[in-house]
């Protein structure tokens, strides 16, 4: 075995990371940190995150964990983007709606803030359940409604649904306030191969890495349209609605699936892992950019707070 197969396969990891705004979430076996860059340096923030399948290993067994950590990702993604988005300059900050001050005043503001929270999850979930996997069908439906052919209707909904995806991507790529939180994607990214080739977390190293990361959750996205399209492709039925009702219900089978193949790819390095991993590393090219030398600071801090003390502790 190579030395750099060698030092790949010893440093192999787990451990993943959210692009914030103006700082990086990392997520490790036992530990989380946030690092955000501020006016007077960076700001870290480290906590011990407690999941549900912790308590109930049922739900971190292969084809279930897959939906779980999605959710569970959401709630502390929506938690650490809260805490970054409190670092902006006043006049930058979005003021709180009545309905935000509604809530605070019935619930309390350390309630209000989870309720919150879990509202903006529930919210995120049904934009993209409608947008990637509702919408597809029902246009789907009106433009082959002439026809009895399933295999027609279903290519045409796997069609659609993938060009809405991209349509999506692209246009977030023209956003002036993602254009940076993108940087600190691939910030992000190098930090981790850095760590996972046994290389020093300097700023030199970082930099010579690729932004284009197997286990990315753009790549995770992207293989659950693909795999949608496959499992969708088995129901024939002519209503719409029942259609739509039935792609729902089958949404975690999709989600446990996709979850299962991109985590097998993280985790091995040989023709087959590169082939699957393929299409949502080129995919991060709308996703990540390259960063500065600060935002690669910002990511090396983080991970360096969550990497576990021995070795093999990451493997989780």
């Not at 190098?190 to 046994?198: A, D, L, P, Q």
């Not at 129901?235 to 009702?245: D, E, G, I, T």
Request: some cysteine; overall charge positive; proline content about 4%.
């Amino acid at each position: 075995m190579s030395k750099k197969k060698k030092a790949a396969e010893e440093f192999r990891t787990n451990i993943g990371g959210q692009a914030l705004i103006e700082g990086i979430l990392m997520r490790g076996p036992s530990k989380q940190s946030i690092v955000v860059r501020t006016q007077d340096g960076l700001v870290t923030k480290e906590s011990e995150p407690h999941f549900i399948r912790e308590k109930y290993k049922i739900l971190g067994w292969p084809f279930l964990r897959g939906i779980i950590i999605f959710i569970e990702s959401m709630v502390y993604g929506v938690k650490a983007l809260t805490y970054s988005a409190s670092f902006m300059p006043e006049e930058e900050q979005e003021q709180p709606t009545k309905f935000d001050k509604w809530v605070e005043e019935k619930l309390g503001s350390e309630k209000a803030e989870k309720a919150l929270i879990g509202f903006a999850v529930f919210l995120g979930v049904c934009l993209s359940v409608g947008l990637f996997v509702l919408l597809p069908t029902l246009l789907a439906g009106f433009m082959t409604n002439l026809t009895d052919s399933s295999i027609l209707r279903n290519l045409t909904e796997g069609a659609l649904r993938l060009i809405i995806f991209f349509l999506y991507m692209y246009f977030c790529t023209k956003s002036p306030d993602l254009k940076r939180v993108f940087r600190y994607h691939g910030a992000e990214h190098k930090s981790i191969f850095c760590y996972e080739r046994g290389l020093p977390l300097t700023v030199e190293n970082v930099r010579e890495q690729s932004r284009f990361h197997p286990r990315c959750g753009t790549s995770f996205l992207f293989i659950v349209m693909i795999i949608s399209i496959f499992v969708f492709s088995f129901l024939s039925w002519n209503n719409v609605f029942l259609r739509m009702a039935l792609r729902i219900l089958l949404l975690p089978v999709v989600m446990g699936i996709s979850y299962e193949i991109i985590h097998w790819a993280g985790k091995h390095d040989n023709w087959l892992s590169s082939a699957l991993s393929a299409p949502g590393k080129a995919l991060q090219r709308l996703t990540t950019a390259e960063p500065d030398d600060g935002m690669m600071e910002c990511a090396i801090e983080a991970l360096k707070l969550v990497i576990p003390e021995k070795k093999g502790q990451d493997e989780w």
